[in-house]
């Protein structure tokens, strides 16, 4: 599979129609092991207008495609979701926020903890941001 069939095919799995404009911000979000602000993508895609990306980011995120994340931080952050997850509460992971290098990562092998809510209480979604620093960060520290 070419690189260009795998964002096509990931496109595709959400309903997703595929222009160049969403295939350029979906192959900038994979390219790092980090979730990415709008902020982020304005500095990675300088020549795509800000509304252009905000309006991406909805799309793929009302189609299941990205998951948000709020680390504190005081910006959104997204981050590409795996094509078994339909963004339910059993998909939830925890996601780790670097307070050096500000960068936030998912840390899918860690299944966010569930509590059993008192009787009438619906739960919709968990965010489960831990805060420390990133081994990257870590190693400079020594």
Do not use: W
Request: proline share 5%; charged share 25%; net charge negative.
């Amino acid at each position: 599979m070419t690189d260009e069939q795998f964002y096509l095919d990931k496109l595709k799995h959400r309903g997703i129609r595929p222009t160049a404009t969403r295939l350029l911000i979906l192959r900038e979000m994979i390219r790092g092991d980090e979730a990415v602000s709008l902020p982020d993508m304005e500095r990675y895609l300088p020549t795509v207008d800000k509304s252009t990306i905000s309006r991406t980011l909805s799309l793929f995120l009302l189609n299941r495609l990205v998951h948000v994340i709020d680390d504190g931080s005081g910006s959104l952050k997204y981050a590409v979701c795996s094509d078994d997850c339909d963004c339910s509460v059993e998909d939830e992971h925890t996601h780790f926020y670097c307070t050096s290098c500000q960068r936030t990562f998912c840390l899918k092998q860690i299944a966010v903890p569930v509590v059993d809510l008192p009787p009438g209480f619906t739960l919709s979604s968990i965010n489960y941001v831990l805060k420390g620093l990133c081994p990257e960060c870590a190693a400079g520290e020594r």
